[in-house]
């Protein structure tokens, strides 16, 4: 480096290190991302080291290279986050990561902040899932209390039948990452809110986005979200913020929440940029990467203000074929770089539109060309409505 540049330094080298570090290359600011495991998808677009979550000499040296140390995955070691925060800023704040990696404190946080959750209760036995089982009612999820992603680590029981094969799948879990029962909750939408905070307090919100889940993994995004009152947008945006503000946190975050007869209920919070505001690279002001870049570091926040509506579709497994998707307009395409695997995120393309009927015209297409439509069209279907 031949000028004194910011560095931002990420620990986990995944797809978010990569797009955050795609968005602060333009301000002049360096990544580099940190990871235990060889060939994360953010080597092609950042600086990466490759060490272990208590390699000290290493992340002594990573401490020395970096202005301010982020996460793209929320599951690093609480004592890694902390070891470094002794020495170089780190954002979020470390006890924030930690309440966030567990489900039970995090459902605990939610509610002691006003915010309502579906039942649930901490599992430590097969006694206490058949007690919980009987409180809280069928259908419900178990599931691990840490280190869940994508769906994974998650057990649904629809009769008591069920309880014999939930303890079989994840009971010997119970003593490692802990396991927690809720209730399944037949919600009408899913919505997300993507919020973020600064150094000094600032606190901003893209508009919300409403999402659909396709086996527990995000599927399609809309933003901002269709036919949401201006009540229950300002609910759900007062609820992230007084979350952001009990934790003292400092960055992007996700708030994702279920809307059940009109009401809102919190599901989990991810302590990072989320996969429901990928929309906002093409779809507004300033995105989630930018601004999470700019509060880690200290810098002003840029604007969250929609541009237009906009639609996000993941791709999983594989990349579809990009060629005749790239004739709609307004459709931006983003390939991680990653090999094929079942399940795995590989991508997503956003597609943009000033008006709703534009956009739901070309999702449809979009949709028709990549044969997606069965999962396009109740977001078109909402749109026509607009
Ligand atoms: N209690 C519940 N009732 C109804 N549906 C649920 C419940 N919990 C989870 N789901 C469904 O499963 C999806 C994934 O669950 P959750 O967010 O808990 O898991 P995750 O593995 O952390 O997912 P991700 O990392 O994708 O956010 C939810 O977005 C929702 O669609
Ligand atoms: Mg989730």
Redesign the pocket.
């Known amino acids: 480096m031949s000028r004194r540049d910011l560095v931002l330094g990420v620990l986990g080298g995944g797809q978010l290190a990569r797009m955050l570090a795609q968005a602060a290359s333009p301000l002049g600011i360096r990544t580099v991302a940190l990871d235990p495991a060889e060939g994360g998808c953010a080597a092609d677009v950042a600086m990466t080291r490759q060490a272990a979550w208590d390699d000290w000499e290493a992340l002594q040296a990573f401490a020395e290279q970096v202005d301010a140390v982020t996460f793209d995955f929320e599951n690093v070691p609480a004592a890694t986050a902390r070891w470094l925060a002794e020495r170089v800023p780190v954002y979020p704040p470390p006890a924030a990561l930690e309440v966030a990696q567990d489900r039970l404190s995090e459902k605990t946080l939610f509610r002691a902040c006003g915010l309502p959750t579906?039942e649930f209760r901490a599992i430590g036995s097969k006694d206490d899932l058949i007690a919980a089982v009987n409180g809280i009612g069928l259908p419900a999820?178990l599931?691990t209390r840490r280190l869940?992603?994508?769906?994974?680590?998650?057990f649904r029981l629809r009769e008591t039948a069920d309880l014999e094969a939930a303890w079989d799948a994840l009971g010997a879990q119970a003593d490692t990452v802990g396991l927690i029962l809720?209730?399944?909750?037949p919600?009408e939408r899913?919505l997300s809110v993507i919020a973020v905070r600064d150094r000094q307090g600032g606190f901003r919100c893209w508009p919300l986005t409403r999402?659909w889940?396709v086996d527990?993994?995000?599927s399609l995004s809309l933003a901002p979200a269709p036919q949401v009152d201006t009540a229950l947008m300002a609910e759900a945006m007062g609820h992230a913020r007084t979350l952001a503000e009990r934790l003292q946190y400092v960055g992007v975050f996700a708030l994702?929440l279920?809307v059940r007869d009109g009401q809102l209920l919190g599901?989990?919070m991810?302590p990072r940029v989320h996969?429901s505001g990928h929309w906002t690279i093409e779809g507004a002001v300033t995105s989630q990467f930018e601004n999470h870049v700019r509060a880690v570091l200290g810098l002003p926040l840029g604007l969250t203000t929609a541009r237009g509506q906009a639609a996000m579709f993941n791709w999983i497994g594989e990349m579809p074929d990009r060629g005749a998707a790239l004739a709609v307009p307004d459709l931006h395409w983003h390939d991680y770089g990653k090999s094929a695997r079942a399940g795995r995120k590989v991508g997503h393309a956003t597609i943009c539109a000033a008006e709703p009927a534009v956009l739901a015209a070309r999702l449809e297409q979009a949709a028709q060309w990549l044969q997606r439509e069965a999962q396009a069209e109740p977001a078109v279907s909402l749109l026509r409505e607009a």
């Open positions: 579906p999820i599931k869940g992603y994508d769906g994974k680590g998650q809720e209730a399944f909750v919600f899913e999402n889940h527990g993994v995000l994702e279920f599901n989990e991810a996969n």
